[in-house]
């Protein structure tokens, strides 16, 4: 079955086009580029980087401005989608607990004769993050928005020390560990699917201490042979 990935250069995305990968073909990358650092549906960090994943996993993308406007930005990512009527047969997402991203999803896939495919549905997420690990997924966190993760978050790498340390914000603040209610956000430096790793270079750490939520906003990369 040939597939396009709704990709938005966290982990999530990504780890969900890797399984696809699997059992599929994917032909195309989509992503929604939203003004809106609040959007309800589209990761906005370092999304310009987006256009680097895709290359890496030697993928031609759709890219689609958004205004990043609740409900309007739907029609943006429909318009991607139905720009590849009769190239693939079904969008793989990382819908992982949301019902509101995955019913719109579906709808707009739907619409279109699509089916909608989400592997990361409804999985345990502390599994899922440790079975990333072991697939040689690298990972950094790239924004935060929830307390009490801070400003020492941002630029730091998953691993199975950070994912104790969410777990435990689970268990006593309510944190998703996956930052599915938008806790955090984070980007996928290397995986089995990218031809190099990407490597920081240059990033600079925005912290608001009234909003209690910062980004870490990379400014260069390089690419590094495996």
């Known amino acids: 079955m040939r597939l396009a990935a709704l990709i938005s250069g966290g982990k999530d995305s990504i780890y969900a086009t890797y399984l696809a990968s699997k059992e599929h073909t994917v032909e195309y990358a989509i992503s929604v580029v939203s003004e809106n650092p609040a959007s309800y549906m589209f990761h906005y960090p370092n999304i310009h ?5 895709a290359a890496l996993m030697g993928l031609p993308l759709i890219a689609k401005k958004t205004k990043g406007e609740k409900e309007k ?6 318009d991607a989608i139905a720009s590849l009527k009769g190239e693939i047969d079904g969008v793989v997402t990382g819908a992982l607990a949301s019902s509101y991203q995955k019913m719109r999803i579906d709808s707009i896939c739907k619409r279109h004769d699509l089916l909608s495919i989400a592997p990361l549905w409804h999985r345990d997420p502390v599994e899922y993050l440790h079975a990333a690990l072991h697939d040689n997924f690298e990972i950094i966190i790239v ?12 630029g730091r790498k998953i691993d199975h020390q ?5 777990v435990a914000l689970n268990k006593k603040h309510g944190i998703s560990t996956v930052g599915e209610g938008g806790e955090f956000e984070s980007l996928v430096l290397d995986c089995p699917l990218f031809l190099k790793k990407m490597e920081v270079v240059k990033a600079e750490t925005n912290w608001s201490e009234k909003e209690r939520s910062g980004t870490y906003d990379i400014k260069e990369i390089r690419l590094v042979d495996k």
């Open 49 to 53: 980087l987006v256009t680097q994943q």
């Open 73 to 78: 930005e739907l029609d943006d990512l429909e």
């Open 143 to 154: 924004g935060v928005a929830a307390p009490p993760l801070d400003a020492k978050w941002l």
């Open 162 to 166: 950070c994912i104790d340390d969410l």
